[in-house]
């Protein structure tokens, strides 16, 4: 097949966020570079979008530690490869290399993660940063690495804590009796719902604006930067500030590519993804702010509800967590004895 500057450009044009056209030629001098597959569920958002966002960031990171063109990272948002509890399946086999999610995801995996999304557990983020630096990250990380064959590479922030968008005002426990909630396909945020007073409801990410649109669901449960990156506030107008969750954000790395890669590019790109995590973090805490506010221009009411009697009717499911997983205990008592 003749290559022509046409056919180069129409090939360019079809491929995923981030992928530029390489030279077809690499000089004896140098060694082939590594590809890699970035998975996001989130839109394509530069700002709002948590996975765009740490995606942005780990770029300037392997080009500031002399990695650019010796690694590629191909961004795939949106759902393009897949519903998460695929894609972290596919990172489990070694089929896709990375993913950018929540902890909840892989709590399907290796059910100690699911410690992180125990309702009302954490303060904030920066007393989050603080329990894990104090040691709450690592059992999460050797257990991960056992069981499903992942890297937990670096921690920073999903852009706000969840709270509840919904079709009617939340003030309250009562007001939210009866209403179809979205959750994570996750039993730890699913019981965290129920146990508010909700009717939680599983779903995927990728599904729940058609469900709003159709009225299957009465609301979800999410971060501001989240709902403004997706438009979820096209549909649903009350956002009750409950923050029953403050989710860490992650990168999973798959075991297969970490004993792949040369050693020497390891280093210097897993110190990379720890670089891009914190600016990820600084730019959450800034961010959710501003999508407070755009929400409200949108004509989103925000109510600041009564979490405390939320945080009551929470309270039982951490104790039943630890008791069925006694693992869990240490890593409890950590983060509530560590402060911002």
């Given amino acids: 097949m003749r290559i022509t500057r046409r056919t180069v450009l129409r090939r360019a044009a079809a491929l995923p966020v981030g992928v530029a056209v390489a030279p077809a030629i690499i000089g004896k001098a140098r060694a082939a570079g590594m590809t890699m597959k970035l998975s996001s569920s989130q839109a394509n958002d530069p700002r709002y979008a948590n996975g765009r966002v740490y995606y942005d960031n780990l770029l300037k990171a392997l080009t500031a530690n002399g990695l650019d063109g010796r690694i590629t990272v191909q961004f795939f948002p949106d759902n393009q490869l897949g519903q998460e509890i695929d894609v972290i399946n596919s990172v489990k086999l070694g089929v896709i290399d990375m993913m950018v999610s929540g902890t909840s995801i892989a709590a399907n995996l290796v059910p100690l993660v699911g410690v992180y999304d125990l309702g009302y557990l954490f303060q904030s983020y920066p007393q989050q940063t603080a329990a894990l630096d104090a040691g709450a990250a690592k059992p999460v990380e050797a257990a991960l690495l056992k069981g499903a064959n992942i890297h937990l590479i670096s921690w920073a922030y999903n852009f706000g804590a969840r709270s509840v968008l919904a079709k009617k005002p939340v003030n309250g426990p009562a007001d939210l009796a009866g209403l179809k909630i979205r959750t994570l396909p996750n039993?730890?945020?699913?019981?965290?719902?129920?146990?508010?007073?909700?009717?939680?409801?599983?779903?995927?990410?990728?599904?729940?604006?058609?469900?709003?649109?159709?009225?299957?669901?009465?609301?979800?449960?999410?971060?501001?930067?989240?709902?403004?990156?997706?438009?979820?506030?096209?549909?649903?107008?009350?956002?009750?500030?409950?923050?029953?969750?403050?989710?860490?954000?992650?990168?999973?790395?798959?075991?297969?590519?970490?004993?792949?890669?040369?050693?020497?590019?390891?280093?210097?790109?897993?110190?990379?993804?720890?670089?891009?995590?914190?600016?990820?973090?600084?730019?959450?805490?800034?961010?959710?702010?501003?999508?407070?506010?755009?929400?409200?221009?949108?004509?989103?009411?925000?109510?600041?509800?009564?979490?405390?009697?939320?945080?009551?009717?929470?309270?039982?499911?951490?104790?039943?967590?630890?008791?069925?997983?006694?693992?869990?205990?240490?890593?409890?008592?950590?983060?509530?004895?560590?402060?911002?």
């Avoid at 508010?196 to 058609?210: C, R, S, V």
């Avoid at 805490?285 to 755009?294: I, P, R, S």
């Fill in 187 to 340: 039993p730890i945020i699913t019981e965290c719902l129920r146990l508010m007073g909700a009717a939680a409801t599983p779903l995927a990410f990728g599904e729940i604006y058609t469900a709003l649109q159709a009225g299957v669901l009465d609301g979800l449960e999410h971060d501001p930067p989240t709902i403004v990156a997706s438009k979820f506030y096209e549909t649903t107008k009350f956002y009750s500030l409950t923050e029953h969750i403050y989710s860490p954000l992650v990168t999973y790395f798959s075991d297969a590519t970490f004993r792949r890669m040369d050693p020497k590019l390891r280093e210097g790109f897993i110190d990379a993804a720890g670089k891009a995590a914190i600016d990820t973090r600084a730019h959450g805490l800034a961010v959710e702010k501003d999508a407070l506010a755009f929400l409200q221009g949108k004509g989103v009411t925000v109510i600041n509800c009564d979490r405390e009697a939320f945080r009551q009717r929470v309270l039982p499911q951490t104790a039943a967590f630890v008791k069925a997983h006694p693992d869990a205990k240490p890593i409890v008592d950590t983060i509530r004895g560590t402060t911002a």
